[in-house]
């Protein structure tokens, strides 16, 4: 995630969101997200970090037309690849801003050497993927679209199942018993959140697992340990 | 920033964003975000780069009373120190939660060996601080008012000052004027944002700087350069 609009507060960023969301659809799991500045040394330093320890890695924002568009300049440093521009790409700028092009407009053509570029029916514009790391947009409106385009790709068949079980409880109560829990449901990682937004509920419990089965077993445990009069619903 | 609930999409962050406005509001940079499981070891090292790196470092989530609430204890790890119970909060724990304190509920009285404890008459509960790590809850309501509660502690007086143009440009266009720009005013962070949710403008440029001066030289200048039908609105 890179941009100095997030960390000055100037725009929300809701692509996180989408993407763990998607994420977890496909039974991927995200592991960690980190925001950057618009700066080529930091960019290079965390991107090299987190595509050794992870299979993939995503980045959003910086690859527009503009000076603070960074991104393809540091994935290709982090790489230590040269800058070059992909001819396919190219001539779809060209088509689409016909006489008004500049060579701005060009810079979004752009990728580091020996990228592959993923196309699909969902997404007129292609996906530039240097090795794992997929290069996304910030615009959320085309951050989800390419995202989305990506599913089949991403999608190796795994799944995560989730069981929330809303309680009128304060964590106090509960704590010792999710701790129990935790230990005789390996298989689930049992989340507890105090949510002070919603007037229906005050805590909220989730059982994921990537065994549908273990994942229930686990929420119905918790259920039948519970106060009925502190059960608000499950899901 | 620590917690499943958010890489999994169950929970969207909203402590990001209002952190990163007070601490522009207070000039303050915020120069990186982290967002990481519930797991000690990588908490610990997130931590450990992000301490030395950084002049402070805000934690939030994970300080619950509950068996995923793991931040104290990362802490104080990662500053190789005990966790001991603080006497003043396990006083307030027990005074609010009177016959029905469990030990789940102390667990929220621990913090690492020799952290302060900061008060304010905006927020009841001490805010626990380990050298430069500030520990702040998840849950964004507390979040917030403890923030709040730091603002006079974090404040040294220095400013941002920023001035926003609104375009109906497209980012191509100016580009070059923006680099130009960028050189001619090296006091001045130049942003240049595609927004695609707002019919009123297309390209929103932003003008930030410790100078007031400078930035809305920097905004004239911009503006100025700006066929008038381009213009949307400035701030």
Same mark, same amino acid.
Request: aromatic letters at 6%.
């Given at each position: ?26 039974? +991927?799991?995200?592991r960690? #997200?980190? !925001?950057? %500045?618009?700066?080529?040394? @930091?960019?290079v =330093?965390? *991107?090299? $970090? &987190? /595509? ?75 996906? +530039?993927?240097?090795?794992? #790391?997929? !290069?996304l %947009?910030?615009?959320?409106? @085309?951050?989800? =679209?390419? *995202?989305? $385009? &990506? /599913? ?21 109560e ?5 701790t ?47 106060? +009925? ?7």
């Amino acid at each position: 995630m890179v941009g100095n609009e997030i960390l000055t507060g100037k725009i929300e960023d809701t692509n996180t969101r989408y993407l763990a969301r998607v994420l977890f659809e496909l039974g +991927v799991a995200l592991r960690q #997200v980190v !925001i950057c %500045p618009d700066e080529t040394d @930091i960019i290079v =330093r965390e *991107l090299n $970090a &987190l /595509r050794a320890a992870h299979d993939m890695v995503f980045t959003s924002g910086g690859v527009g037309p503009t000076h603070d568009d960074i991104t393809i300049d540091a994935v290709a440093a982090a790489f230590g690849r040269p800058v070059v521009e992909s001819p396919e790409i190219a001539a779809m700028i060209r088509s689409h801003f016909g006489d008004i092009v500049t060579p701005a407009h060009l810079r979004m053509a752009n990728m580091p050497e020996g990228s592959e570029l993923v196309r699909s029916a969902r997404s007129g514009w292609p996906t +530039v993927v240097c090795e794992n #790391v997929y !290069i996304l %947009p910030g615009v959320p409106e @085309i951050f989800e =679209r390419k *995202l989305d $385009a &990506l /599913r089949e790709r991403l999608d190796e068949g795994q799944r995560f199942f989730n069981h929330t079980v809303y309680t009128h409880c304060d964590e106090g109560e509960i704590a010792e018993l999710l701790t129990t829990l935790t230990f005789a449901h390996p298989a689930v990682t049992i989340g507890s959140y105090l949510v002070l937004s919603d007037p229906t509920y005050r805590v909220r419990v989730t059982f994921d697992s990537v065994d549908a089965l273990a994942s229930q077993v686990a929420a119905d445990a918790f259920t039948a340990a519970l106060p +009925v009069e502190k059960l608000a619903r499950r899901t």
